[in-house]
C-alpha cells in the first residue's frame, strides 16, 4: 500500500530519468515517491519506453512503413551495428517509414506528407496562422458556460478522439457535477494506426487547441488542464510548449501541465489515460463511473480530443449554426487523415461525410488498383471498394459494419495480400493490449497465431474458430481495444474471402 | 436514499440492501453466477470476465461482481448469450491455463475454481494453446510458489497484499498476453517486503501461488480438522490437512465464515513442522538429582514447581517471583495466570509478554 502522502504521478517522470526498468530502479523511485517498489516494477514495466532499459534506435512496424521499406531500414541500421526495436505505429504514416531515435526523437526518412491549402472559412485551417489574442475565449466569458454549451449543441460537435460522442453532453455533465475541484485532460496521445490529425493540429495550431481547452476549463469551472501527448511526439510537446508561453497573458487563471506518455497506446482510451496521468499500470477502469462522475483522482473530469478542441474557438465565435454548416452529411469540418496507396499522404480539412474517392482525390489519387481501405485506422478493420461512396463520417460507417474511429485512412491497392494486412492489425493489437481482461489478453493472441498457422501451411481450417473467438472478444473485453482487436481480420474475411481460401505455400 | 432496492433477477423479485453489486443480487435470487477475479474481501477488479451477465437496457454484458444494483433494473444470468459467452471465455482460458490429461484445468490441492467452471458450464470451440512465454523468477522462499502458467493475472493476489495485508510486496508486471506476476526486479519473496503470510496462496482462485510442501499433493486424499491456530491469542480458525495422520498443510476458512476472515500469518500457516518434530517435548521432564532430566508426569511437574516457587516465596517474599505469560496464551489463559500470581502467590509481579 503507498505510503499516505506518496507522490505517486512523479513516478513515470521519474522512471523516465532513471532511464527505464533497470535493476534498482524501482527502488530509487520508490523511496523518493513513496510508492511500494513492486508497484513501480509493474509500472515500469508496462510501457514500451520505459521497459526496457538501455539506448536504441526503434522503428515502426505499422502497416504503411512496411510498405514504405521499414524493413530495409532495420536492416540496414543493423548492419552498422546499432541495436534496433521495432515498435507499434509511431503516427507518421504519410511520412513512412519512419522511427525514432534514443532520445525518442522523431526519424523521418519519407516524404513531408501535405495538408490541405490554407483558407480562413476552415474552422481548423491547419496551414493558416495562429492567433493569440485568444479571442474566442473572450467570447466565451461573454456568452457564459450555458450560452457556449448551447453553441457546442448547435454545432453538432462529436468528439473526435473515436467514439463520435457529442460534446456538449459531456460539457454539461461536468457543469452539473456539485462543484468543487474538476479537471479538463486533453487527449493527444494519438496512436491509432493511420492517424496523424492531432500532431498536425499541435505542430501548426497549437495555440488553437490551447484556447479551445482554455474554454472547456472555463465552462467546466476548472483551475488545471492537462494535457497528454505520447511520448513519441517530442516535437508537439516543444510546439505546445511555444504556444503556453505565447498565450501565457490570456492563462493566468489555469494551471496547464503537459504530461508525457510513455508508450502504450491504450493509454488513448480516456480512463487508462487518467490511470497514467495518476502514476499507475494504463489499465481502463470500469465504467460506470464515467470520468465526468469521477475521473482524475476521483474528480469530475471533462476529457476531449485535441481535434475536438480544436473546433471549439471558431464554434464559439462564428456559432453553432456556422460549424454544422461546414458539413456535408454530419455537421462541421473534419481532419481526414490519408495514407497508404494514395499521390499524396497527408491530412485533410473537409466536410465531414465526403466520400473516399473525393478524399483521395484531393490527396493525389490512387497509386495503383485500389482493393481495399481503413475508413478509421487499424480499429475500423477493411472495406471493399465497394463501399467508396460510402459517407466518411460517424453514423454511415457503423452502417457499414465499420466505424470512423480517427478517421485515420489507409487505402490498399491489388499488390496486397489482404490475409498479409489483417495479420499488421493483429499483431499491433496484441502488442497494444494492457492484457487486464482474458477475452483481451488471450484473444489476440488466439487470432493472430491462427492467422500465421495458415498462412504457414495455406491451411484454411486454422481460421474455423475466428467468428467465435471475435465475438467473445466483443462481447467480453472490458474497453474498445479488445471489442475491436479482431476486426482487422474478421472483417477481411468477411469482405475478401478469397484471401482466406486454401492456398498453396511455396517452399 | 431508501435503504433497500429491488430488481428482478432470472424473472424472481430481490431485495439487497442500497450499494450492493449485482453479485449480492444475483446471489440472492439463488443464481449460479460464476466468478474468478471476485474477492468479498478486495476492491472489485471485474477483469476475469466470467461474471458477466445481461442487464435490461445495458447493451454491453456487464460484470455482476463490480455492477451497482438498481432499483427496478432486469437481469438475466442465463441467456443463451450469456452461456455462450461463458463458454467461449472459458476455451480462452484453457488455451492459457496447464491441463491435465483430459484437457481439463489441472487439478490443484486448494482446489481449481477455473476447473470447476470448465465443468460446470463446458467450453466452447477447442483452441490450441498460445504457450505465451512469461517472464519467470527463482524463489528459494520455503513457502510460496509460483507458477505463471496457471495464473490467469486476475491479480486477486496483488490485490490481497496490498489492500489486506497492506504489504505490496508483488505487482502485476508487463502487459498484453506477458502481463504475469512478479516482485521488484523480480527478486526473491525474502528479499521483498514479503511477510510470508500466505494470503496470496489462500486467495488465488487456481492454484497459480501455491504452497510449496504442498506441490503436487491433491485434496481428496485428505482429512480435513477445523482447529484454532496456538500460536497467539487472537483465535484464528484455521483447516490442518492431515494425511496419514501427519499435518501435511494448513488453509484458511473461506472468508466471511470465521474472526479471522480467511486471513493467517507466517507461523499459522505455515509453521507446523513443530508437530511431529523428534525434538518436540510431548511429557514433561524434571531435573534429578543426578543432573539429568527424566520424564514425570503432570502430577509431579506440577508439584515439584509449586514447591520450588513456595520455597522462593518463604525466603525471600512473594515480591521476589514474577510471573510471564507467553504471548501465545489467550485472554482466558492471561486472566489464569494473573490469578495465579496475585490469589496463589500474592505478588502483583505479573506481566504478558506481548504487552507493550
Ligand atoms: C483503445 C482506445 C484508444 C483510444 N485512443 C485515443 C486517442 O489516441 N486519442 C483520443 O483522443 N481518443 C482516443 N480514444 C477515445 C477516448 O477513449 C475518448 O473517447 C476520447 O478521448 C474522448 O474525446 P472526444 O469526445 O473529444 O472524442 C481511444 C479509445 C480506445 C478504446
Ligand atoms: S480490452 Fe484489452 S486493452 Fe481493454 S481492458 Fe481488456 S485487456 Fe485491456
Ligand atoms: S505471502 Fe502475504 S505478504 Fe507475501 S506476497 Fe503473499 S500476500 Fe503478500
Ligand atoms: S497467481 Fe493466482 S491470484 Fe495471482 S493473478 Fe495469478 S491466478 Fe490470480
Ligand atoms: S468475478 Fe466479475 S469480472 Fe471477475
Known amino acids: 500500500m503507498e505510503r499516505k502522502g506518496a507522490r505517486r504521478f512523479q513516478v513515470l517522470d521519474l522512471l523516465q530519468e532513471e532511464g527505464g526498468a533497470a535493476a534498482g530502479t524501482a527502488a530509487r523511485v520508490g523511496a523518493q515517491t513513496g510508492v511500494p517498489d513492486a508497484d513501480v516494477y509493474g509500472v515500469s514495466t508496462f510501457y514500451s519506453l520505459l521497459r526496457k532499459p538501455g539506448r536504441r534506435t526503434r522503428v515502426c512496424q505499422g502497416l504503411t512503413c512496411k510498405l514504405a521499406g521499414s524493413d530495409a531500414r532495420v536492416a540496414a541500421l543493423r548492419a552498422t551495428g546499432e541495436e534496433v526495436e521495432e515498435v507499434s505505429c509511431l503516427g507518421q504514416c504519410d511520412r513512412a517509414p519512419v522511427g525514432l531515435d534514443a532520445d525518442h526523437e522523431a526519424l523521418l526518412w519519407g516524404e513531408p506528407g501535405s495538408i490541405s491549402p490554407a483558407d480562413t472559412d476552415l474552422p481548423m485551417n491547419l496551414a493558416g496562422d495562429d492567433d493569440f489574442s485568444f479571442s474566442a475565449l473572450a467570447r466565451a466569458r461573454e456568452l457564459g458556460p450555458n450560452a457556449v454549451i448551447a453553441e457546442l449543441k448547435a454545432g453538432g460537435l462529436q468528439g473526435r478522439g473515436g467514439a463520435g460522442f457529442p460534446a456538449h453532453f459531456k460539457w454539461n455533465a461536468v457543469r452539473t457535477q456539485p462543484p468543487g475541484d474538476s479537471y479538463v485532460v486533453v487527449n493527444a496521445d494519438e496512436g491509432e494506426p493511420g492517424t496523424f490529425k492531432d500532431r498536425e493540429v499541435m505542430l501548426r495550431r497549437p495555440g488553437l487547441m490551447l484556447e479551445g481547452a482554455a474554454i472547456a476549463a472555463y465552462v467546466a469551472g476548472a483551475a488545471v488542464l492537462f494535457i497528454y501527448v505520447r511520448g513519441e511526439f517530442k516535437d508537439c510537446i516543444r510546439s505546445l510548449e511555444g504556444a503556453i508561453t505565447a498565450a501565457a497573458d490570456h492563462l493566468d487563471w489555469l494551471d496547464i501541465r503537459i504530461v508525457e506518455g510513455h508508450g502504450a497506446y491504450i493509454c488513448g482510451e480516456e480512463t487508462a489515460l487518467l490511470e497514467a496521468i495518476e502514476g499507475r499500470r494504463g489499465m481502463p477502469r470500469l465504467k460506470p463511473p464515467y470520468p465526468t462522475e469521477s475521473g482524475l483522482w476521483g474528480k469530475s473530469t471533462l476529457m476531449n480530443n485535441v481535434e475536438t478542441l480544436a473546433c471549439v474557438p471558431s464554434i464559439v465565435t462564428r456559432g453553432g449554426d456556422w460549424f454544422a454548416a461546414q458539413g456535408k452529411t454530419e455537421p462541421g469540418s473534419k481532419l481526414y487523415c490519408v495514407s497508404g496507396h494514395v499521390g499524396r499522404p497527408g491530412v485533410y480539412e473537409l466536410p465531414l461525410g465526403v466520400t473516399l474517392d473525393e478524399l483521395v482525390e484531393a490527396a493525389g489519387g490512387y497509386v495503383g488498383t485500389p482493393q481495399a481501405f481503413s475508413p478509421g485506422g487499424a480499429s475500423s478493420g477493411f472495406l471493399p471498394m465497394s463501399f467508396r461512396d460510402t459517407p466518411l463520417d460517424f453514423g454511415g460507417l457503423v452502417k457499414a459494419g465499420s466505424m470512423f474511429g480517427s478517421s485515420g485512412l489507409v487505402v490498399l491497392n491489388d499488390t496486397i495480400d489482404m490475409a498479409m494486412a489483417a495479420r499488421h492489425g493483429l499483431v499491433f493489437f496484441e502488442d497494444e493490449s494492457c492484457g487486464q481482461c482474458t477475452p483481451c489478453r488471450v484473444g489476440c493472441v488466439v487470432q493472430r497465431q491462427s492467422l500465421d498457422r495458415y498462412l504457414e501451411t495455406g491451411d484454411a481450417s486454422h481460421l474455423e474458430h475466428a467468428e467465435d473467438v471475435a465475438w467473445e472478444m466483443d462481447e467480453g473485453s472490458i474497453c474498445g481495444l479488445g471489442m475491436v482487436a479482431s476486426w482487422p481480420l474478421t472483417t477481411a474475411m468477411k469482405h475478401f474471402p478469397a484471401a482466406f481460401e486454401d492456398r498453396t505455400i511455396d517452399e | ?356
Open chain 2, 1 to 356: 436514499m431508501s435503504d433497500t432496492i429491488r430488481l428482478v433477477v432470472d424473472g424472481e423479485e430481490v431485495e439487497v440492501p442500497t450499494g450492493s453489486t449485482l453479485l449480492a443480487a444475483t446471489a440472492r435470487a439463488g443464481a449460479d453466477v460464476p466468478t474468478l477475479c471476485h474477492d468479498p474481501r478486495l476492491d472489485p477488479m471485474g477483469s476475469c470476465r466470467m461474471c458477466l451477465v445481461e442487464v435490461e437496457g445495458q447493451r454491453r454484458l456487464q460484470p455482476a461482481c463490480a455492477y451497482p444494483a438498481m432499483e427496478g433494473q432486469v437481469v438475466h444470468t442465463s441467456t443463451d448469450r450469456v452461456e455462450r459467452h461463458r463458454q467461449v471465455l472459458l476455451s480462452m482460458y484453457c488455451a492459457d491455463h496447464t491441463l491435465d490429461a483430459d484437457g481439463l484445468p489441472a487439478e490443484r490441492a486448494l482446489g481449481n475454481q477455473l476447473r470447476a467452471h470448465v465443468e460446470a458450464f463446458g467450453t466452447g470451440p477447442t483452441l490450441p494453446p498460445i504457450g505465451t512465454p512469461r517472464a519467470g523468477r527463482e524463489d528459494p522462499n520455503p513457502y510460496i510458489h509460483f507458477d505463471p502458467d496457471s495464473c490467469i493475472a486476475c491479480a486477486r493476489c496483488v490485490r490481497y497484499c496490498d489492500e489486506v495485508e497492506a504489504v505490496s510486496a508483488i505487482t502485476l508486471a508487463m502487459r498484453g498476453s506477458s502481463t504475469t506476476i512478479a516482485t521488484a526486479d523480480q527478486v526473491g519473496l525474502l528479499d521483498s517486503s514479503c511477510e510470508l503470510c500466505g494470503g496470496c496462496i489462500d486467495t488465488c482462485p487456481t492454484g497459480a501461488m501455491s504452497e510449496k510442501r504442498a506441490l503436487g499433493l491433491l485434496g481428496a486424499d485428505e482429512e480435513t480438522v477445523r482447529s484454532t491456530c496456538n500460536f497467539c491469542g487472537v483465535g484464528c480458525q484455521l483447516d490442518l490437512h492431515v494425511r496419514d495422520g501427519e499435518v501435511v498443510r494448513v488453509s484458511s476458512p473461506p472468508p466471511g465464515t470465521t474472526v479471522n476472515d480467511g486471513n493467517l500469518c507466517v507461523k499459522g500457516r505455515f509453521a507446523t513442522e513443530f508437530i511431529n518434530h523428534p525434538d518436540r517435548l510431548t511429557v514433561p521432564l524434571i531435573r534429578g538429582d543426578d543432573g539429568e532430566l527424566h520424564e514425570a508426569t503432570w502430577d509431579e511437574a506440577i508439584r515439584v514447581t509449586a514447591a520450588g516457587l513456595m520455597g522462593v516465596k518463604e525466603r525471600y517474599g512473594a515480591d521476589a517471583l514474577g510471573f510471564v505469560s507467553s504471548s501465545r496464551c489467550t485472554g482466558e489463559e492471561n486472566y489464569l495466570v494473573q490469578k495465579l500470581s496475585r490469589a496463589a502467590f500474592g505478588t502483583n509481579n505479573c506481566h504478558q509478554c506481548a504487552a507493550t
